[in-house]
């Protein structure tokens, strides 16, 4: 492996996320969300990573992915948390517990529809994949077809929240998020004029995670074949973890390999998918997403390790 390969190789621990006005930035030991005010400053805060996130568990294969998820999680609800806080800055004026109070109770409310959303798209379609059972044979039609529903459910709520012109804003921070990634990893300058030409897709993308995991689902729960209704209704939520590391696996596989041509048609769905949760970002947008990184690279670098606080 050149040397130039060994760099762009390091590079790839960046991830991220688009939260209310800003960007979340993920590095291998430190997270860093930046939000433009209402006044249209930029506001920025970083933490360490937990440890759990970064110790030797994260290379064992499919526990991974758990961990990943579980990750995901709690830096998104901490960047969604600190995102509102920001928002409502201007509002709240100098009452910081007041703005607190607030950012809090509306990530609470994302919360709720995330779990409202799941039991739509993991519990919803295993009563109509009964139904369909109780009216054709063979019976496995109907698991096949309660994944396929899954599937719809998931691409219809992606196109219906991306009418809202709040979530339209969110999906351009996404885009300027994976530009600035995509210019990261290609060891391309942090400036608009050179990020702006990348791609709003990556590999590597929490909507292509959505479908792979759609899609592993119909499999394992295919080979589950025909179980009573309590166990099937059990297994579609306990099964999340196991499936969540299958998918994980998968993503890093069609990252690694994504230039290989039959692995590039495989995952060819994934990045099609992110046209609907990313949209083209403005300048401003691009601005913030990289000041994010360039924070996040400041923070792994020690240079702002006075400002970090552990995540708990």
């Excluded at 009452?95 to 609470?108: F, N, P």
Aim: hydrophobic content about 50%.
């Amino acid at each position: 492996m050149t040397l130039r390969k060994q760099a762009r190789s390091k590079r790839r621990g960046y991830g991220g996320q688009a939260v209310l006005e800003g960007v979340m930035i993920r590095g291998p030991r430190h997270a860093t969300v930046v939000c433009r005010r209402p006044d249209g400053t930029i506001a920025s805060q970083s933490k360490k990573l937990a440890t759990a996130y970064t110790s030797h568990t994260q290379r064992i294969p499919f526990v991974r992915g758990v961990i990943a998820l579980a990750e995901t999680l709690h830096l998104g609800f901490w960047a969604l948390i600190y995102s509102s806080n920001v928002a409502l800055e201007e509002e709240e004026g100098d009452d910081g517990a007041q703005a607190e109070g607030a950012g809090i109770t509306g990530a609470l409310i994302i919360l709720l529809t995330l779990a409202i959303a799941i039991g739509l798209f993991f519990l919803a379609p295993v009563f109509a994949g009964r139904w369909i059972e109780d009216q054709i044979d063979p019976d496995i039609i109907g698991v096949i077809l309660e994944g396929v529903i899954r599937l719809a459910l998931l691409l219809g709520y992606l196109f219906l929240i991306g009418q809202w012109s709040e979530m339209r804003r969110v999906f351009a921070y996404h885009g300027a998020e994976h530009k600035t990634i995509a210019a990261w990893e290609a060891m391309s300058d942090l400036s608009v004029a050179a990020v702006r030409p990348f791609s709003r897709a990556h590999p590597r993308c929490g909507t292509s995670f959505l479908l792979v995991v759609a899609v592993v689902a119909i499999i394992v729960f295919t080979a589950l074949g025909t179980p009573p209704m309590w166990w099937r209704i059990t297994s579609r939520i306990v099964l999340v973890p196991v499936i969540a590391g299958i998918a994980y696996e998968a993503i890093r596989l069609g990252g690694a390999y994504r230039h290989k041509r039959v692995i590039g048609w495989l995952f060819a769905p994934n990045l099609w998918l992110q046209a609907l949760t990313t949209r083209e970002p403005s300048d401003d947008q691009i601005t913030v997403a990289i000041t994010a990184m360039e924070q996040a690279l400041a923070a792994e670098e020690g240079r702002s390790a006075q400002d970090l606080t552990p995540a708990r």
